[in-house]
């Protein structure tokens, strides 16, 4: 093939693994709403000897290259899980990112499209990852707004791509800006107060993460308890709930992570809620060293923005109200940190119990992203 036509490679190496990482970092060099993930949870994730989503996971990576350079990249992924709990004979995509040029990202998704029919697999849908816990989905409204360190960020011309490759819409996410009242709201307070009495529970704070800790078995029972029905969630395994305390309680603060428990100390429900850390993830440019991880501390500190990440409610509990007893806590501790407004972060656009709750609120729906799907056979 001459040097100037479209190759694509599979990624077989570290050094070629690191290119895929990396190569967003020039693809939105010039984007001001791009929000990097760190290179090194990145690396991780791909890393079959690191993630432990491939006890259950087959993946593979591929490079798109013009003239010698990096112009695209994409990732294919054969969940187990999702195929004999949905009973959905279906690859993932994911990771995916291209210049302008159509040529690149159907050559992309042929690829994966080739893999999945070497491997007996009937459609293609993403973008999504190993698990519901990776980001997911493609941006297709909100172009113009900062993305967040759980989502990914796109151009607009990536929706366009996708509908002249065949994709089609499989389903939506929708997300909010939320302002922050400046004072309590009084409803939300005696409402919290009322189920808090009625059904005999308690609001666990925290403030020293070995006591945050003690719970963290029990957050992720419950989200897979209460998200096991939403959009290609699977079970996650012990390892990988491990991995997850690991990778991400290390740095939630005690503050923005409180619980609801019943009488007998069971977790009926949870919200993990961060400081915003997408200009600070901006500023470290992916690295925690020599000094990214200063900007991510300075984020935690002190920070107007703050980040909805998972919320979950026991299934008995849900349509009771609850969610206003975490909601209470949450307004606390944010107007003491002097956050004035939240990220929602990806919201199902059917999911209805959770889209309605910001009705008390001054809000926008500023984002909409997609998972696309292609039925080949």
């Known amino acids: 093939m001459a040097y100037n036509q479209l190759k694509i490679k599979e990624v077989k190496n570290l050094r070629e693994l690191k290119a895929f990482v990396n190569y967003p ?12 993930a760190l290179r090194s949870d990145d690396l991780n994730t791909f890393r079959s000897d690191k993630n432990p989503a491939f006890e ?8 798109a290259y013009k003239q010698g350079k990096v112009v695209g990249r994409v990732a294919g992924i054969i969940n187990q899980r999702h195929i004999d709990k949905w009973e959905q004979r ?6 995916i990112d291209f210049i302008d040029d159509a040529e690149v990202s159907s050559a992309l998704l042929r690829t994966v499209e080739g893999w999945a029919l070497e491997n007996g697999l009937e459609a293609v849908h993403g973008p999504l990852g190993f698990t519901d816990l990776d980001r997911e989905g493609m941006l297709v409204e909100g172009f113009n707004e900062l993305g967040t360190l759980a989502t990914f960020y796109n151009y607009a011309y990536y929706p366009k791509h996708m509908q002249t490759a065949g994709y089609v819409k499989d389903t939506d996410w929708v997300e909010y800006e939320i302002q922050m009242p400046e004072e309590p709201d009084e409803k939300i307070t005696r409402l919290a107060e009322t189920l808090l009495r009625r059904y005999d529970l308690r609001l666990l704070t925290f403030k020293k993460k070995k006591d945050m800790l003690r719970y963290a078995n029990a957050v992720f029972d419950l989200l897979d308890e209460a998200y096991s029905h939403l959009y290609g969630v ?10 997850y305390i690991k990778q991400y309680f290390g740095f939630i603060s005690p503050d923005f992570l409180p619980v609801v428990v019943d009488a007998q100390d069971n977790l009926i429900a949870f919200g993990i809620t961060l ?17 990214g991880f200063i900007h991510l501390l300075r984020a935690l500190a002190k920070n107007d923005k703050g980040d909805l990440y998972l919320v979950a409610v026991k299934h008995e509990y ?60």
């Open 25 to 36: 970092f020039s693809l939105y060099k010039d984007s001001p709403y791009w929000v990097p």
């Open 234 to 243: 699977t079970p996650l395994t012990r390892r990988q709930v491990d991995a």
């Open 90 to 95: 279906y690859a993932r995509f994911g990771w």
């Open 318 to 377: 849900q349509g009771k109200g609850v969610n206003a007893i975490l909601i209470k806590r949450l307004l606390e501790v944010f107007n003491s940190f002097g956050i004035r407004s939240v990220e929602s972060n990806p919201e199902l656009e059917n999911n209805l119990n959770v889209r309605t709750q910001w009705k008390h609120f001054d809000h926008r729906q500023h984002k909409r992203r997609r998972i696309f799907i292609k039925h080949m056979l």
């Open 56 to 63: 259950f996971c087959r993946a593979k990576y591929w490079l």
């Open 275 to 291: 400081p915003s850390l997408s200009q600070a993830l901006r500023k470290a440019k992916g690295r925690l060293f020599p000094t």
